[in-house]
């Protein structure tokens, strides 16, 4: 070979080996440090997450692995979500996203919450396992989140599944509350919230349950179980303990009623369907309070329980009471009520002073009793022919009243 040939063979091997390459790496160093590809990543995150994202900085330390520096991620311009700093990295074939640290904005729960179901949506089979040190809620009646950690997969029937658990900072718990979400393709998702035994005070629960704020701010809940199926038409069932329940928050403030005192709620099983209460069962437990005669007198009509015949007539008149005991069970638009005082002598009592029973449960001709006379019993005008009273409409929007076609539910439930 020519001396020249092979001096031009040896500058393009030395040009293709060592100057491009060097050039390429510099070259893709500058374009991954520019605004260009900043701007490009922060596209291609909001595409992936459905939420506008931005960030300050990121980093690529090794191949499969990503960090970045303040990751905010955006609702109508405002910063939803905030993370200081968050790693996902893929080991094993799944995707492990780790942050020390996150900032939540409750203002914009409800658009966090329709975008994380469009995303376990459309999410692919990989599993996705995220571990947050702690998330701080701006909101004042949540406590902080801490020891988060979530694992998502595709069960073997094509179901997306993902399961929470967390720590609710400053509330006595042995066990993590969790919660589970399952995700079909097509359909409402499946959802499920297990408290176990962490004290959750009432303004907690109201946040997230607003039904929940007719038991009292003082009202702690434990063992709280919520489960849906399919959606807010779909049926839902209920269970849980509430403690120190302010029976005039729950009486006083929307009947023309008086009843004072706490209680207790057992609530073994309760089923919504479409948004109406099929079936309950349960037990409410008091002590030491006041109830009017007009209550009496109306539970009496109504409810069918037999107050001593001794008590004073006058339906402004309040009783006091040592103990309130009440089991009861809702099902098929009819109610059944029994008297469960633990102090009373007297089996049956539903209402009890410290030497006798007050008032005693129905008798047994008496036991069933339609759901609709539970609405007569608090209105204490009587007016619930129809729902004349905005609190009956509103106990109607909740009980399902039998119709005619129903009656052999009746039957059926006497057997």
């Given at each position: 070979m020519h001396e020249a040939t092979h001096r031009f063979l040896c500058r393009i091997a030395f040009l293709a080996i060592c100057i491009l390459p060097t050039f390429a790496t510099f070259g893709w160093i500058g374009y991954r440090r520019s605004s260009w590809a900043h701007t490009a990543i922060e596209r291609r995150l909001s595409d992936e997450l459905g939420l506008k994202a931005t960030f300050s900085k990121a980093y690529n330390p090794r191949p499969g692995k990503y960090v970045l520096q303040d990751l905010k991620l955006h609702v109508v311009q405002q910063p939803a979500i905030t993370l200081p700093l968050i790693e996902a990295e893929e080991q094993g074939g799944v995707w492990r996203i780790r942050a020390p640290q996150c900032d939540l904005s409750w203002t914009h729960r409800r658009r966090l919450w329709e975008t994380l179901c469009e995303r376990l949506a459309i999410a692919g089979d990989r599993p996705i396992a995220v571990q947050i040190g702690m998330i701080q809620i701006d909101d004042p009646a949540i406590p902080h989140l801490t020891q988060f950690a979530s694992h998502t997969k595709v069960d073997a029937t094509g179901l997306r599944r993902s399961a929470v658990q967390f720590s609710l900072d400053g509330i006595s718990a042995?066990?993590?509350?969790?919660?589970?979400?399952?995700?079909?393709?097509?359909?409402?998702?499946?959802?499920?919230?297990?408290?176990?035994?962490?004290?959750?005070?009432?303004?907690?629960?109201?946040?997230?349950?607003?039904?929940?704020?007719?038991?009292?701010?003082?009202a702690t809940f434990e063992q709280v179980y919520f489960q849906s199926t399919g959606g807010v038409r779909g049926p839902i069932t209920i269970k849980g303990i509430a403690n120190d329940i302010s029976l005039a928050s729950l009486i006083n403030s929307h009947f023309d009623h008086t009843l004072t005192g706490k209680a207790n709620l057992h609530l073994m099983n309760a089923m919504l369907v479409d948004g109406k209460l099929q079936s309950a069962e349960g037990w409410l437990l008091g002590k030491h309070g006041t109830v009017s005669m007009s209550l009496v007198q109306d539970a009496s009509y109504h409810l069918g329980v037999r107050p001593r015949t001794d008590l004073s007539t006058d339906r402004t008149f309040l009783t006091g009471f040592a103990e309130l005991g009440i089991e009861f069970k809702l099902s098929a638009g009819f109610l059944t009520l029994h008297g469960c005082c633990q102090k009373?002598?007297?089996?049956?009592?539903?209402?009890?002073?410290?030497?006798?029973?007050?008032?005693?449960?129905?008798s047994a001709e008496d036991a069933l009793i339609p759901a609709a006379g539970l609405i007569a019993a608090l209105d204490a005008h009587q007016r619930v022919t129809v729902p004349a009273t905005a609190e009956a409409a509103k106990l109607l929007e909740w009980l399902v009243i039998p119709a005619v076609a129903e009656e052999p539910l009746h039957e059926e439930f006497r057997r």
């Open positions: 042995t066990e993590p509350v969790t919660v589970k979400l399952a995700a079909p393709v097509h359909g409402d998702m499946e959802i499920t919230f297990d408290g176990r035994d962490a004290q959750i005070p009432s303004s907690l629960l109201s946040a997230i349950f607003p039904a929940a704020r007719i038991l009292g701010d003082e009373s002598q007297a089996p049956g009592a539903v209402l009890a002073d410290t030497q006798r029973a007050l008032v005693m449960e129905p």
